[in-house]
């Protein structure tokens, strides 16, 4: 008989051979290399896993991405599990094993081995897929591995590139506001809101928001279209300075007139009902009793809006207000625009006006403290838009937010999210919440636009050395003092008050650099909450293009005084205003006149350096940004997103 070592080293196919023939020494060492290279297998297939974005697991010292990371999946409709509820992670209870009525042990594991393998091809399959699409991408943008920092930071979502080209080749057969079916006074009421523009045409945003919100895209398949409860609800993510807010506002106001009409109708046709009741009546009635009975319900009940819009800031609250006064001349209808900044009667007044209110633009906070007293506010409310969305569900905002949301839910039909940053808590949020909202996104969504140039100052470098108050002055001065920043050859006229913003990440520095500014003969501002409302209101108006300026003469505008003045200067940029601010200044307002936007601080997100430089270039005008890069600051995450906007990418 021969031995097990015998045959092993007989047998030349034998895999036991290579060990068992050799001294046990050779065999440790033989050992640990195929444990050495199995070990190196699995990390090469889990790296390659994590940098085509599928499944990792994180190490325990890996650093925790922030909270303010943007959704990788914004664009995709969340789908639902079968019984109509978002899909939950199982979780296994300790004695789940027992007590069950069907097999789920290994035998049953190896009967089911064929089903496996099958799912297994239809994942590798769609990984495949979704491989294909990444390859795509990358040959149709150029774009690489390369953005370490930005990756780090973790900040921006991915919309695939052929979701976006999609989406753009949609949006490209849409070229003018008749197309929609909107309300003839409403589509009349559109060159009030826009007034300069011969030929007006709707923004991507609006090309792709307006028609889903007058019902005219076909709603997502939902597994259980019968569990479908609550209103239609939509989120809009589109770039910043792409006509949000007329993208809502206009199907708003086309569903209140239609609502007031419908209302109408009803009443008419209840009272012609009435009159021939009374009629049928009267003749078997006595004459006594034929008086005429007053009509209890006559009186009209104020403050029941039929549609809410919220936003983040007592600024916003005045810009939507604005906007919806506009269209007001043509459509008629009554909007209440309130806020903190407002004195109790004048809030009084707006929103419990006689002739009753139709739309009401308010900060969260504020319309939920008044319907705690007033509940009746919300009762009547069948369409609620919730602006600057990822700020409003964000921790300060959620709770009044939310109240709102649950307490207009009754008679809600329609609910929309807009904001042109999608943050990942937010998402989540979402998908738990509203498993059938129809997500509509532009596709320049995280993009900076390519009109916006980013330059950089470093601040480290002479004749700073680490000085950034000093860089910020005379990065000022020098725009102040530059002849022409736009040629008015490219059919761009030349800028006779420059309005520059410059962002700080901490709000005490609003004053510091505002002072600096100031002492260095620069017309600065501080603008943070405390700012008085009137000051702030009118310095503002001059940046958002709401107040019309008296410009200098083109003679005076370049003119250094040469008079020591109040700053003590002896040198004064007089035709550059300067607005030192923090993230209030960056969410939603729309300072069209603003061309410069200077970084003094590098944002912490990359969230926070679209909603800073969106402040410029906004709706095809030009604009730059200029970063101050100073001791200490991420200049790898300024470079990569420096790339991405040099490509046209969005900041991932
Ligand atoms: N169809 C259009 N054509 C030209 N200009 C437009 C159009 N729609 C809106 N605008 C103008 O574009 C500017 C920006 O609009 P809006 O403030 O609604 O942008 P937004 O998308 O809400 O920006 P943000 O994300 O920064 O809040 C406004 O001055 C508005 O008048």
């Not at 199982?90 to 064929?114: C, M, Q, W, Y």
């Not at 960056?586 to 912490?604: A, C, E, F, K, Q």
């Not at 990359?606 to 604009?623: K, P």
């Amino acid at each position: 008989m021969m031995g097990l070592r015998q045959a092993a080293r007989a047998c030349p196919f034998c895999e036991a051979r290579s060990f068992l023939g050799r001294p046990p020494q050779l065999q440790q060492t033989r050992l640990y290399a195929q444990i050495q290279r199995d070990r190196a297998a699995r990390y090469d297939a889990a790296e390659s896993r994590r940098r085509s974005g599928g499944p990792s697991r994180r190490r325990p010292d890996a650093p925790r991405p922030s909270r303010m990371v943007l959704s990788d999946t914004v664009a995709r409709p969340t789908r639902p599990s079968s019984d109509g509820k978002p899909y939950k992670k199982k979780t296994r209870e300790p004695f789940s094993h027992l007590n069950r009525t069907k097999a789920t042990g290994i035998l049953h594991k190896r009967l089911d081995v064929g089903q496996e393998q099958r799912q297994e091809r239809r994942t590798s399959s769609t990984s495949d897929r979704r491989e294909g699409d990444r390859r795509f991408d990358k040959r149709r943008t150029g774009s690489s591995d390369s953005f370490h920092a930005l990756k780090m930071q973790k900040s921006l979502q991915e919309v695939p590139y052929k979701l976006r080209s999609a989406i753009k080749h949609k949006i490209e057969q849409v070229d003018s506001f008749d197309g929609f079916p909107l309300m003839e006074s409403v589509q009349k009421a559109l060159k009030d809101a826009l007034p300069d523009l011969e030929y007006r045409q709707p923004t991507p945003a609006q090309a792709v928001a307006i028609p889903a919100l007058l019902g005219l895209q076909k709603q997502p398949r939902t597994r259980n279209p019968s569990k479908k409860s609550g209103p239609d609800s939509y989120l809009l993510a589109a770039e910043t300075g792409s006509g949000k807010t007329l993208a809502y506002l206009l199907p708003v106001l086309d569903a209140i007139k239609r609502e007031e009409a419908a209302d109408k109708e009803d009443i008419e046709r209840k009272a012609v009902e009435d009159a021939a009741a009374k009629a049928a009546d009267k003749t078997r009635r006595d004459d006594i009793f034929d008086a005429e009975e007053p009509d209890l319900n006559k009186a009209v009940d104020p403050a029941r809006p039929r549609a809410i819009i919220l936003v983040p800031s007592a600024e916003l609250v005045a810009q939507v207000g604005a906007v919806a006064k506009s269209l007001s001349h043509e459509v008629k209808f009554r909007a209440a625009p309130i806020s903190a900044k407002n004195t109790a009667t004048v809030i009084r007044n707006r929103l419990f006006n006689e002739n009753g209110v139709d739309l009401v633009i308010s900060t969260p906070p504020l319309l939920a403290s008044i319907a705690e007293s007033n509940p009746n506010v919300l009762a009547r409310v069948t369409h609620l838009i919730v602006d600057e969305a990822d700020s409003l569900f964000d921790r300060s905002f959620k709770p009044s937010t939310t109240e709102i949301l649950e307490r207009a839910t009754p008679s809600l039909k329609k609910l929309m999210l807009c904001s042109a940053t999608i943050p990942k808590y937010l998402d989540k949020y979402l998908a738990e919440k509203f498993p059938d909202m129809q997500r509509l996104v532009t596709p320049n969504l995280h993009a900076i636009p390519r009109r916006v140039a980013l330059g950089v100052v470093d601040v480290n470098k002479e004749p700073y050395r680490g000085n950034k108050m000093l860089a910020c002055a005379d990065t000022i001065w020098q725009i102040g003092k530059a002849t022409a920043d736009y040629d008015p050859a490219e059919g761009k006229e030349a800028v006779p008050t420059k309005r520059i913003l410059v962002f700080v990440n901490e709000r005490d520095d609003t004053d510091k650099v505002a002072e600096y500014l100031t002492k260095k003969g620069i017309g600065a501002m501080a603008f943070h909450r405390d700012t008085d409302p009137n000051r702030q209101a009118k310095a503002l108006a001059s940046f958002t293009g709401t107040e019309k300026i008296k410009e200098p003469k083109e003679g005076e505008v370049r003119k250094e005084v040469a008079n020591p003045n109040a700053s003590g200067t002896s040198r004064q940029l007089n035709n550059t205003k300067v607005i030192v601010t923090t993230d209030l200044g960056s969410r939603g307002i729309d300072t069209v006149s603003v061309r410069h936007v200077i970084l003094y601080d590098v944002p912490h997100t990359t969230i926070d350096f679209i909603h800073r430089l969106g402040r410029t270039g906004r709706m095809g005008r030009r604009g730059r940004g200029i970063v101050l890069v100073g001791p200490g600051d991420r200049a790898d995450v300024v470079k990569e997103v420096r790339d991405a906007m040099f490509r046209g990418e969005a900041l991932i």
